[in-house]
C-alpha cells in the first residue's frame, strides 16, 4: 500500500522538488501551498489542496488521511515584518501539528534552520546539532519557537524530526545561487572579493529532499535533529571563483567593501545574496545512519545546476 505524504510550501523550491522526488519513489502525494501561489512548476501526479496554515480553519482538510507530514513551508525573506515570520513560523506550524495530531499523521519532518544557533562558539566548529540555540534575528527567532511547538507535539505522541538544511541550489531554483549564477552569467568578468574568506554553507536540493524521505522511513531518527549539508568547506572566494569557471567566466580579485561582502551583493543592488557563515556545519549525524550525498560538493553539482538552468532558459 502506498504511504500518504502531505508536503506544505509545495509551490516553493524545496517543496517542489520534494513532491517530484515522493513521487518517484512511489508515494502518494498531497501538495498545498496558498491559495495564490504559483503552481506552473508543480510537479504533476499530487493531489492539491490549498490552504492557509496561520488560518486553524483551513488546515484540518489537509492533513486528514496522511501518513507523513513534510512540513517546508517557511518564511526565510528578512524583509518581511516580525508577525509575518511568527505567524508563519511559529503559528502556522502550531496549526499544522494540532491538526496532524488529531488526525492521527504517523510523522513529521519539519525544516528549520542554522539560524537558530545565532553566534557559534569558537570552540564549537565544526558546528553539530548538539550546539545551544541563540537566535539573534527574526528568521532564527521564529525558528527556534517553530521548532519548540515541533517537539512539544513530539512529546504528545506525534513523532517528529527537524532537518536543518545549508542554502540548497539545483534545478528550478529562482532567488539564491541561481539569481547569483545568473548575474555573473550575464557579465564579461565577474569581480571575486579577495577580502572575504567567509564560509559559504551549500547543499544540493536532489540532497535535502533524499534525506527527508530518508529520515521518514526510520524510526531511530524520531525525536532527532539533522543538519543537512554538502562536504564543500569553500570560503566566498573559492566558491565565487568555483560558480565562474563552471561557467566559463573570467574573473577579476579585487577589494570589496565589508558593507557588501555578502555573496553576489555588488553584483548587483537587487540581488538575493547566498548566505555566508563563520562556521562549518557538520554533516556526521546524518552519515551514521549510512546516508550518502549525490552531490557531496559543490563542484559536482554547480555543473549539473547550471545545465538545468540554461535548459529551462533562466541562464543565458
Known amino acids: 500500500m502506498k504511504r500518504r505524504a502531505l508536503v506544505t510550501g509545495a509551490c516553493g523550491f524545496v517543496g517542489g522538488h520534494l513532491v517530484d522526488h515522493l513521487l518517484g519513489e512511489g508515494w502518494e502525494v498531497r501538495a498545498t501551498d496558498l491559495p495564490q501561489a504559483d503552481r506552473s512548476r508543480l510537479p504533476g501526479g499530487a493531489a492539491w489542496v490549498s490552504a492557509d496554515l496561520t488560518q486553524r480553519d483551513t488546515v484540518a482538510p489537509v492533513v486528514r488521511g496522511v501518513d507523513v507530514v513534510f512540513h517546508t513551508a517557511h518564511v526565510t525573506d528578512s524583509s518581511v515584518p516580525w508577525e509575518r515570520f511568527y505567524r508563519v513560523n511559529a503559528l502556522g506550524t502550531e496549526h499544522l501539528l494540532e491538526a496532524a495530531h488529531r488526525a492521527n499523521v504517523q510523522r513529521v519532518v519539519s525544516w528549520s534552520s542554522y539560524s537558530v544557533y545565532g553566534k557559534c562558539k569558537k570552540d564549537r566548529k565544526p558546528v553539530d546539532e548538539t550546539h545551544p540555540v541563540g537566535p539573534e534575528d527574526s528568521l532564527g527567532r521564529s525558528t527556534a519557537m517553530q521548532d519548540a511547538v515541533v517537539w512539544r507535539y513530539h512529546e504528545a505522541g506525534l513523532p517528529a524530526t527537524v532537518l536543518r538544511p545549508s542554502a ?149
Open 168 to 316: 540548497p541550489y539545483g534545478a528550478r531554483g529562482r532567488g539564491g545561487l541561481a539569481e547569483v549564477l545568473r548575474r555573473m552569467s550575464r557579465s564579461p568578468l565577474v569581480p571575486i572579493p579577495m577580502n572575504h574568506a567567509q564560509r559559504v554553507m551549500s547543499v544540493h536540493v536532489k540532497d535535502v529532499v533524499r534525506a527527508a524521505s530518508f529520515v521518514a522511513e526510520k524510526e531511530e531518527t524520531a525525536g532527532e535533529e539533522y543538519n543537512i549539508t554538502d562536504d564543500g568547506r569553500y570560503s566566498s572566494r573559492a566558491f565565487l571563483s568555483l560558480l565562474a569557471e563552471a561557467l566559463g567566466k573570467r574573473t577579476l580579485p579585487v577589494p570589496v567593501p565589508r558593507a557588501l561582502v555578502k555573496v553576489g551583493a555588488w553584483l548587483g543592488k537587487d540581488m538575493v545574496s547566498f548566505p555566508t557563515v563563520d562556521f562549518v556545519p557538520s554533516n556526521s549525524k546524518i552519515k551514521l545512519l549510512d546516508f550518502r550525498f549525490v552531490f557531496p560538493d559543490p563542484r559536482s553539482g554547480i555543473p549539473e545546476t547550471i545545465e538545468e538552468l540554461r535548459r529551462e532558459g533562466y541562464l543565458e
